[in-house]
């Protein structure tokens, strides 16, 4: 489920339709969470829908680290890749922000993360990186688990309203892992590869 705060808009021409900030969404937010009513299909159950459907799930869902598609019900599916995304994937199914979204900032994720199943060129963002790799995840996780950590050290400092659909086991871990306790997860744990 997509953080409250956001909605649906047409951004451009180019990209189409994005998810954007209807208000001010702090550092540290829970910006999505994989809930009950988000579709999962196995690579096998994949293979035997048609083409078409194929096609768009490819589109408009994501690979967790099992390999399976997981097909948000929500808004979530909107969500535009940037290699300067303000929201980062974490290793307990959630997404967080990693600076302050502004009110009608469009909400991104790096889709080097996502297992991709096909490598593409993306939009140029004056960045080194101009292609999104199915492996990105094994190249520049360290980067992003700097940036979760960062994040992370404001989970408890700003409004929450998706903490209720995060499960009391994994709570239970981020506290510990705020408290000291234990370290964070890495986001490689969300890598996959058919191999």
Not at 151 to 174: G, R, T
């Amino acid at each position: 489920m997509m953080h409250p705060d956001t909605e649906v808009c047409f951004i451009s021409d180019e990209i189409g339709y994005g998810v954007v900030a209807k208000k001010l969404i702090p550092k540290g937010t829970i910006t999505w969470v994989q809930d009950d009513l988000d579709r999962i299909y196995t690579s096998k159950e994949f293979e035997a829908i048609s083409p078409f459907a194929r096609e768009m799930l490819d589109k408009y869902s994501f690979r967790n680290s099992k390999g399976n598609f997981v097909l948000c019900w929500d808004i979530s599916k909107y969500v535009n890749h940037s290699f300067r995304s303000n929201c980062l994937s974490t290793a307990y199914d959630f997404e967080i922000a990693i600076r302050d979204i502004q009110k009608d900032e469009e909400l991104t994720d790096d889709y080097g993360y996502l297992n991709v199943t096909e490598a593409f060129k993306a939009k140029e963002e004056g960045t080194s990186r101009t292609i999104v790799y199915p492996d990105d995840l094994l190249n520049f996780h360290e980067e992003w688990d700097r940036q979760l950590q960062e994040a992370f050290a404001y989970l408890n400092k700003v409004s929450q309203p998706l903490k209720v659909l995060i499960s009391a086991e994994v709570q239970q871990e981020i506290k510990q892992v705020l408290d000291g306790e234990r370290k964070m997860k890495s986001i490689l744990n969300c890598y996959y590869s058919e191999m």
